[in-house]
Every structure is written in structure tokens, then in C-alpha cells.
């Protein structure tokens, strides 16, 4: 028996398929809000390549998390936004960002936060205060 084969079924290694890669976490999260067009997803995260982001895209629309929206417009118009499968992941997302925020905080790495946006920073304050 394989090593893969030791894992079929398993939910946890399933939901790692849509969480663990470095830049499918901040995609959906920014897509949970509003309907995104590539260019915008590629300018909010910075560092990501075309090719990256493309992949990270069909994979998510080949599996149902987010769905491609394309007007008949000229010039083209295109726009990602999450299913109702997808909408699904985001308290998931939610409780590992704010796991993090709290442990970080713990270990009181100041340094490690300017590595995350504000907004989200912001976000989970308010969160915290409400």
C-alpha cells in the first residue's frame, strides 16, 4: 500500500487540498466579499505569477469552490466569485487567521505581523471587540 493510499478518504488531508497551498488561502479570502477579475486578485496579492494565480483559479473552478462569471463585452470581461461550496470554507479560513493572530500575539511577534495586511489585522479586531 502507497503512502497516498493511506490517506484516501481522509477529511483532513481532503480539506488541505483547497487550504494548504501558499496562495489559495488569500484567494478565497479575498474573493469572500465580492466577485474579483484576475488582474484585481493578481494586484491584491503581490508576488503571485499569472501562471500561479491561473492554476490556483481552475483548480478552485474545476473543483466547485468559485465559479467564472465571462460578459460578452468588448473588451472581454471576466469575473471569479465563490460558490455557495466555497462560502463554506471561509469560517474555516476565518478560525485558522484568527489562531494565528492569537498565538502570534502570545509569542508577542510583533515583527512577524507586518507580513499581514492591515486589512485583515483590522478585520479581526473588530471581530475580537464585537
Not at 470554507?89 to 515583527?111: C, D, F, M, T
Request: proline fraction near 6%; aromatic fraction near 10%.
Amino acid at each position: 500500500m502507497s503512502q497516498k493510499d493511506l490517506y484516501t478518504g481522509c477529511p483532513v488531508q481532503h480539506a488541505r487540498k483547497y487550504i494548504s497551498g501558499k496562495w489559495q488561502i488569500p484567494i478565497l479570502w479575498y474573493l469572500k466579499k465580492q466577485p474579483s477579475r484576475f488582474v484585481e486578485l493578481k494586484n491584491i496579492l503581490p508576488g503571485i505569477s499569472e501562471k500561479v494565480l491561473t492554476q490556483e483559479l481552475r483548480f478552485f473552478e474545476a473543483s466547485g469552490i468559485i465559479e467564472k462569471e465571462v460578459y460578452t463585452c468588448i473588451p472581454p470581461k471576466v469575473e471569479y466569485r465563490l460558490t455557495s461550496q466555497g462560502l463554506t470554507l471561509i469560517p474555516v479560513i476565518q478560525n485558522i487567521i484568527q489562531w494565528g493572530y492569537s498565538h502570534l500575539q502570545e509569542e508577542k511577534a510583533n515583527r512577524s505581523m507586518r507580513s499581514t495586511p492591515v486589512s485583515i489585522i483590522t478585520e479581526l479586531e473588530a471581530i475580537n471587540n464585537a
